[in-house]
């Protein structure tokens, strides 16, 4: 359980990092009015993957990355499944 826990834990913290790098990178959006909110604008994967191998290999990536695949693998999972467009303002959009 402990385990599980600790995993979960860290699966949690390598995608906030992730989204980070990404917003960073210009490949994600923080919605202006929902910053819990994230949205992709770009689809420039390799350009972001490059950049934060770059990083990693430096030791400037914060996030529990035991190596660059892991640190790959939540990057493309961060932009993956991210919504072209904020989803609190679709929603809101919907409502009205
Ligand atoms: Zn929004």
């Known amino acids: 359980m402990g385990i599980t826990k600790d995993a979960?834990?860290?699966a949690q913290?390598?995608?906030?990092?992730?989204e980070?790098?990404?917003v960073e990178r210009g490949i994600l959006k923080k919605c202006y009015l929902h910053s819990d909110f994230t949205y992709q604008v770009d689809?420039?994967?390799e350009r972001m993957y490059r950049t934060a191998?770059?990083?990693f290999k430096r030791g400037e990536i914060s996030g529990q990355f035991a190596n660059q695949l892991e640190l790959t693998d939540a990057l493309k999972?961060?932009?993956?499944n991210a919504p072209t467009k904020c989803p609190r303002c679709e929603k809101m959009r919907d409502e009205d």
Do not use: C, G, P
Not at 77 to 80: I, K, R, T, W
């Open 8 to 10: 979960y834990l860290r």
């Open 13 to 18: 913290d390598q995608q906030a990092e992730a």
């Open 20 to 22: 980070e790098l990404a």
């Open 43 to 45: 689809d420039d994967l």
């Open 53 to 55: 191998a770059w990083k």
């Open 77 to 80: 999972a961060a932009v993956e």
